[in-house]
């Protein structure tokens, strides 16, 4: 059971470059999530879901795009990456069906943009 | 707005007792939830509260208060492999999570 793997770990952009982050769950759950985790701050919520085909917008969203065409997975895109988005990336999903929805976070994409 | 207040870091020795607490103002409450980090790595949960009181998780204890919008984590008998960053996370009145940015926990010999 891989739970929810993210790829790659680390990565480094020069500013306007595009990328996809990779985000795989085998866990079945309908929720998933992208944070970014910048010191000295709270994990910020990017974009989310609560199943295939449906995609909704967090607190930070600017700069990034989702897609949700199968339950397993959630990729990230940056469009033109800026230095502003250097951070840690985390994908997390839930079983939305509890009230607690437990999150499941991947191990995390260490992103440098230049 | 929505606010999350935890200590940076704390420090404590092996061995003892240490009380990571968390306050916090946000649009509603469906609950409040406690997550360990270990450098570069990710968070893993360790506790929900919903309801006042105190829950019990082996040597791990949370205890909640709605009504003072305050919270703690209660962490007995320290090892080292407890140090860590701990995340307060509260779930607002739309399901969302607001997070608090975390204590850094650092156990001494």
């Known amino acids: 059971n891989a739970g929810v793997t993210q790829t790659p770990k680390f990565q480094v952009l020069k500013t306007g470059q595009s990328m996809t982050l990779q985000c795989a769950q085998d866990m079945n759950h309908e929720y998933m999530s992208w944070y970014r985790q910048d010191p000295g701050m709270g994990l910020r919520l990017i974009h989310y879901?609560?199943?295939?085909?449906?995609?909704d917008q967090g607190e930070v969203p600017n700069g990034y795009n989702v897609s949700r065409s199968t339950t397993e997975d959630f990729p990230l895109r940056l469009l033109s990456a800026a230095p502003s988005q250097t951070s840690v990336y985390f994908c997390a999903s839930g079983d939305g069906r509890s009230g607690a929805n437990v999150l499941t976070f991947g191990a995390g994409s260490r992103l440098t943009v230049l | 707005g929505q606010n999350i207040d935890q200590p940076t870091e704390m420090t404590a020795t092996e061995g003892a007792i240490v009380q990571v607490n968390c306050t916090y103002q946000?649009?509603?409450?469906?609950?409040l939830f406690w997550y360990q980090q270990h450098a570069g790595e990710a968070p893993t949960f360790l506790s929900y509260?919903?309801l006042d009181g105190l829950e019990e998780k082996g040597r791990f204890s949370s205890f909640l208060s709605r009504s003072k919008g305050y919270s703690y984590l209660l962490l007995k008998e320290l090892q080292m492999k407890d140090s860590a960053s701990y995340l307060c996370?509260?779930?607002?009145?739309?399901?969302?999570?607001?997070w608090g940015a975390g204590t850094k926990l650092i156990i001494k010999p």
């Open positions: 879901s609560v199943g295939a085909g449906i995609t």
């Open positions: 946000t649009s509603g409450f469906n609950g």
């Open positions: 509260n919903v």
């Open positions: 996370a509260v779930m607002d009145s739309n399901y969302q999570l607001i």
